[in-house]
């Protein structure tokens, strides 16, 4: 059985910074490029960004230069560092494998991150 579980997240001020963390059970992690999602309110879930199992990442335009997608396939646990962070940022992240920007298994339970002042 696939599992995802995210964590790390949390209010934060603007400007601040989050580790989210996501644990990968049930598949071969290091097979596979990973990726984090994030779904705001009354929006659909996007693509933030993704690691290669080479650790080659990509990102979304909205958050290039600010977050940072890292993998450690030992603990098969994919991280996101998040910096700079804005209002705009507020959803609930999740991650997931990814082939061709689609996920590919059920998702976890996500994580809350809160911009807020």
């Known amino acids: 059985q696939v599992q995802f579980v995210e964590s790390g997240g949390g209010l934060v001020q603007p400007g601040g910074s989050l580790r989210l963390s996501c644990a990968a059970s049930g598949i071969i992690f290091s097979f596979y490029t990973m990726g984090w999602y994030r779904q705001a309110p009354g929006k659909q879930r996007e693509l933030v960004g993704t690691v290669t199992s080479g650790g080659r990442t990509n990102y979304a335009d909205s958050v290039k230069g600010r977050f940072t997608i890292s993998r450690d396939n030992a603990k098969n646990t994919v991280y996101l560092q998040m910096n700079s962070l804005k209002p705009e940022d507020t959803a609930v992240y999740y991650c997931?494998?990814?082939?061709?920007?689609?996920?590919?298994?059920?998702w976890g339970q996500g994580t809350q991150v809160t911009v807020s002042s």
């Open positions: 997931n494998a990814v082939t061709e920007r689609n996920a590919l298994f059920d």
